[in-house]
Structures are given as C-alpha cells and as structure tokens.
Nanobody
Framework: QVQLVESGGGLVQAGDSLRLSCAAS????????MGWFRQAPGQEREFVAA????????YYADSVKDRFTISRDNARNTVYLQMSSLKPEDTAVYYC???????????????????????WGQGTQVTVSS
C-alpha cells in the first residue's frame, strides 16, 4: 500500500524559504508522477508542482514558477518542494500526491490535474505572515 507522509511545514515570514518533504513508501515509484498541491481556506485544491520520478521532468504552476523547485531523492524515496521568496498568498495546506502509470508521453494535463492522482498524503500547513 502506498503511503505518503509530508513534513516541513510551518510559520514563516514573507520572503523566507521553506522545504517540504514527502516520504513515499509501499511501491517502486519509477513509473509514477509525484505532485504537490495546496488548498487555502475556502478555496479549491490547486496544482503547485509535479515531477516524473524516473525522468525528472518537472512542471510548475505559473504562480510559483521561479520561486519553487520540486526534486526527488531516489535513495530516500523522498520528494521535496523547495520554496523561496514566500508570499502570504502561498499560505495553504500542502499535499503530496502520487500518480501511477505515468509514461514519457503523458501530457502536462496528467501532471497538473488532481483527479489524476491515486494517492494522497495528510497534508502539512504552511503559513506565511506579511
């Protein structure tokens, strides 16, 4: 059974950096896409970033591009989201997700759509104060 455990959230000030971790277990993730999504109070869950585990191909939402970096550590089975230049509007619960069956021909839509993901973590709170 796939398990995803996020960590690294917290309270920071605008302009600070933070790194989220997602420890994945239960499968070999070479044919998976791993994604980060976030949900602010009263808002829908939105895509943040995603990575093809085997190829390392990355995708970002426009709102975080050039500020956030997604990466993975194969030896640790862990996906990271390095967040810099944080803004108050980045405040949300951040979720890690895994999608099985990704291929080199999968479209950006597959990576950025929450309904395509099969497994979810419990979430970690990120709060950015102004």
């Amino acid at each position: 059974q796939v398990q995803l455990v996020e960590s690294g959230g917290g309270l920071v000030q605008a302009g600070d950096s933070l790194r989220l971790s997602c420890a994945a277990s239960g499968r070999t993730f070479s044919s998976y896409a791993m994604g980060w999504f976030r949900q602010a109070p009263g808002q829908e869950r939105e895509f943040v970033a995603a990575i093809n585990w085997r190829l390392g191909t990355t995708y970002y939402a426009d709102s975080v591009k050039d500020r956030f970096t997604i990466s993975r550590d194969n030896a640790r089975n862990t996906v990271y989201l390095q967040m810099s230049s944080l803004k108050p509007e980045d405040t949300a619960v951040y979720y890690c997700a895994a999608q099985e069956g990704i291929t080199p021909y999968s479209s950006r839509y597959s990576y950025t759509t929450s309904g395509k993901y099969d497994y979810w973590g419990q979430g970690t709170q990120v709060t950015v104060s102004s």
